[in-house]
């Protein structure tokens, strides 16, 4: 497997409250992507990084931020938890647009 | 903007039937495609995946895709499903060109669940 740490793995968190979720990679990949995966919609592009600093907003940002200071850690935070962003969250990166990208074990959040 | 659409979204199969799972983006510019599986419990593995030359692709465990440019369209084939290819199963593409920032868009998914 692609080195590809996300940290926790589960949390359950109240509603209203800001929670961070981090990515860490060893494979000083270029291209980080959060996604979360809810039955029937499949995977949605949250935000992605595309270098350092460098970040843009996918389909389903809004409620959430994300930065990048450095290559391997790739942070999500959800401003203010509510219960529609209970969800599993994944990471990926990739080297470049024409290749694979590499997942993570995923984040089961609950926000209750 | 680049989109995925996949028309299956639940799919029952006995052993040995073939398989065909449909996949359509829109995005009028060169892309690269891929197909995308995640067994029970666990996290995405690639397939297969296209970006140029031939339109026929061939990947791990004896799937394959056509790219159809005309048909904006990206099917993954398998002649004889497997109890073991009870999976999700999901199709992605992200554009080409001077403004791609690599951003990768995944469809709906489909379930396929194969009866042995």
């Known amino acids: 497997d692609a080195g590809i740490t996300q940290s926790p793995r589960h949390k359950v968190t109240e509603t209203g409250t800001p929670v961070t979720l981090r990515c860490h990679q060893t494979?000083?990949?270029?291209?980080m992507y959060w996604y979360r995966q809810d039955p029937g919609h499949g995977l949605r592009l949250i935000h992605y990084?595309?270098?350092?600093?460098?970040?843009d907003k996918g389909e389903v940002s809004d409620g959430y931020s994300v930065s990048r200071s450095k290559t391997e850690d790739f942070l999500l935070t959800l401003e203010s938890a509510t219960s529609s962003q209970t969800s599993v969250y994944f990471c990926?990166?990739?080297?470049?647009?024409?290749?694979?990208?590499?997942f993570g074990q995923g984040t089961r959040l609950t926000v209750v | 903007a680049q989109s995925v659409s996949q028309h299956n979204h639940h799919v029952i199969l006995s052993e040995a039937a073939s398989l065909e799972l449909g996949c359509n983006y829109s995005?009028?510019?060169?892309?690269?495609l891929f197909w995308y599986v995640q067994y029970p419990g666990q996290h995405l593995q690639l397939l297969l995946k296209?970006?140029?030359?031939?339109?026929l692709v061939k990947g791990i465990k004896g799937f394959e895709a056509e790219f159809i440019k005309s048909k904006f369209s990206f099917n993954l084939r398998k002649p004889s499903v497997q109890w073991s290819d009870t999976a999700e199963y999901f199709c992605?593409?992200?554009?080409?060109?001077?403004?791609?920032?690599?951003?990768?868009?995944f469809g709906q998914g489909t379930t396929l669940q194969v009866k042995p």
């Open positions: 992605a593409v992200n554009a080409r060109g001077s403004s791609n920032t690599g951003k990768l868009i």
């Open positions: 296209y970006f140029s030359g031939d339109p």
């Open positions: 990926a990166i990739r080297t470049a647009p024409n290749t694979e990208a590499f």
């Open positions: 990084s595309y270098g350092v600093k460098d970040t």
């Open positions: 995005y009028g510019g060169t892309v690269n």
């Open positions: 494979e000083n990949h270029r291209y």
